[in-house]
């Protein structure tokens, strides 16, 4: 079946700073998306990514498929106390595969 | 407002018993899915339904059981048979059946064990 990782599994950071978070697959994806879990609350989608090597940017977030549709990763430019969170990828390998499979989540964690 | 409705909140749940959790979306989606969330953890989706009238097995159906008599509804039943159902659940509905599609989340039901 889809298997995904996802690292790190928790990141503090002070606000101001950046923050990235990587999502890994042994198989080729057909797609992933990211979604965002705020405390106590349920998962947001954030963006849907299909292209090899796409990025797609929202504001202070910049998102990125590998070449080789594998992997991807997150990147938020100066958090601010409103990206606290947990940030999920979630992929489906296409070719009939049923399901998004969703990886553990980043917990992010930000100091003021 | 357009939205996906789950309830109860929190449930709890005595030894032998069968539960039900309750979701409705009146987004007029095609699809909806159940997924269950542990501390810590991703979601594993325990069943799908792609269009009414039917559904599918998802990672971890052991235990669970649905219906989709309805487009708006999907209601999810835990049988006495699932050892361990503590746990967070939320239900999700997208526009299709299609795996590229964004998934819409309700607030999600606390399962607890007495």
């Known amino acids: 079946g889809q298997q995904v990782m996802q690292i790190p599994q928790y990141q503090h950071v002070q606000e101001g700073e950046d923050f990235t978070t990587y999502c890994n697959s042994s198989t080729t994806l057909s797609n992933i998306q990211w979604y965002k879990q705020r405390p106590g609350g349920h998962p947001v989608f954030l963006i849907q990514?299909?292209?090899?090597?796409e990025v797609k940017k929202q504001k202070r977030l910049t998102f990125q498929f590998g070449e080789a549709k594998k992997n991807s990763s997150l990147h938020i430019t100066a958090t601010q106390t409103t990206d606290v969170g947990t940030y999920f990828c979630?992929?489906?390998?296409?070719?009939?595969?049923?399901?998004?499979?969703f990886g553990k989540g980043t917990h992010l964690i930000i100091q003021p | 407002d357009g939205g996906i409705t789950q309830s109860p909140k929190y449930l709890f749940r005595k030894e032998g018993q069968n539960v039900t959790l309750s979701c409705e979306q009146n987004?007029?989606?095609?699809?909806m899915y159940w997924y269950r969330q542990d501390p810590g953890q991703g979601l594993r989706l325990i069943y799908y339904?792609?269009?009414?009238?039917?559904?599918q097995k998802g990672d971890i159906a052991e235990g669970y059981s649905v219906s989709r008599e309805k487009k708006e509804s999907f209601p999810l039943t835990v049988t006495s048979a699932q050892k361990n159902p503590t746990a967070f659940y939320l239900c999700?509905?997208?526009?299709?059946?299609?795996?590229?599609?964004?998934?819409?989340f309700g607030d999600g039901t606390r399962l607890s064990i007495l």
């Open positions: 990514l299909v292209k090899s090597g």
């Open positions: 987004l007029n989606h095609d699809a």
């Open positions: 979630a992929v489906n390998s296409g070719g009939g595969a049923d399901g998004l499979t």
């Open positions: 339904s792609q269009i009414v009238n039917d559904f």
């Open positions: 999700a509905s997208s526009i299709s059946g299609t795996w590229n599609q964004p998934q819409h």
